[in-house]
């Protein structure tokens, strides 16, 4: 960057990066900023190059305190999903103008964060194996609790690997994932000799066990017929492993693979 000269004839200024409060759009923000400072009297003086971060930093802060993506987010959840300005402006239906204004500051609508983050936010979480979901130990938990209810028997049992309950929670998750688009608790789900089970269950099953299941946002309606579902089609343990063992998904998964959600729509048993 160029120097600068104090305006008050002290010589060179130094840039530093400030740590700066003010007031934008009504909210209190702290952003930092690079500012050149006079060594001397402590005079402050901007170029048109920092003025621009300038204005871009408090965007930035005004988004984060409002949960809106700020530019940063944008343009590196854009670049995560290779996708050019052009083409994510195609995705969403406005010019690319308001791309490029967006990843230098100008703050978009409310409405536009949230089409901005279907857009980009749940196509990063969608890699098919977590049902469009991120993996919540706490509503593997709910979910759980909600079969035993149903079916009336212990399922959370740690001496058995959850080998029953894998399956009920695999069935809820698939079903979840082909009526509502989106599964139920995240997990992901490998193909081992005893059916479909939680990836990774050995480390999973304790912690679980140990969350707290009110921790987290209360299954909806839709949710909770969904289990009640899978519940009322496999009222025993026996008729929920055996009708897994069916399934021609699993039985042609290679042991250890995963089975991705897309799988949903193949399911025979339910
Ligand atoms: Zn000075």
């Given at each position: 960057m160029k120097d600068l000269n104090c305006?008050?004839?002290?010589?060179p200024m130094a840039l530093k990066e400030l740590e700066k409060q003010t007031t934008f759009k009504g909210v209190d923000i702290t952003y930092s900023a690079d500012t050149f400072v006079c060594p001397e009297c402590g005079i402050e003086a901007g170029t048109v190059k920092t003025a621009g971060n300038v204005q871009r930093a408090i965007a930035d802060a005004y988004r984060s305190k409002m949960g809106l993506l700020t530019s940063h987010e944008i343009k590196s959840l854009r670049i995560s999903h290779d996708l050019s300005q052009q083409q994510l402006a195609d995705l969403i239906n406005v010019g690319v103008a308001s791309i490029k204004r967006w990843e230098t500051g100008l703050i978009q609508s409310k409405s536009m964060d949230h089409v901005l983050r279907m857009q980009l936010q749940c196509r990063f979480d969608?890699?098919?194996?977590?049902g469009n979901r991120k993996i919540s130990l706490p509503r593997i938990k709910l979910v759980a609790k909600q079969f035993e209810k149903l079916?009336?028997?212990?399922?959370?049992k740690i001496h058995d690997q959850f080998l029953f309950l894998a399956k009920y929670l695999w069935y809820a998750d698939m079903l979840a994932f082909r009526q509502?688009?989106?599964?139920?608790?995240g997990a992901t789900y490998a193909a081992i000799p005893y059916g479909p089970?939680?990836?990774?269950y050995k480390d999973l099953v304790k912690p679980i066990k140990a969350s707290?299941?009110?921790d987290v946002e209360p299954l909806s309606a839709e949710e909770l017929r969904i289990i009640r579902q899978v519940a009322e089609k496999f009222p025993g343990e026996e008729a929920v492993y055996e009708a897994a063992h069916r399934e021609k998904v699993w039985q042609e998964a290679a042991t250890g693979s995963l089975i991705p959600y897309s799988c949903a729509y193949e399911l025979t048993e339910i």
């Open positions: 305006p008050k004839g002290h010589g969608s890699d098919n194996y977590s079916i009336g028997k212990r399922l959370l509502l688009g989106r599964g139920l608790t089970q939680l990836n990774n707290d299941e009110l």
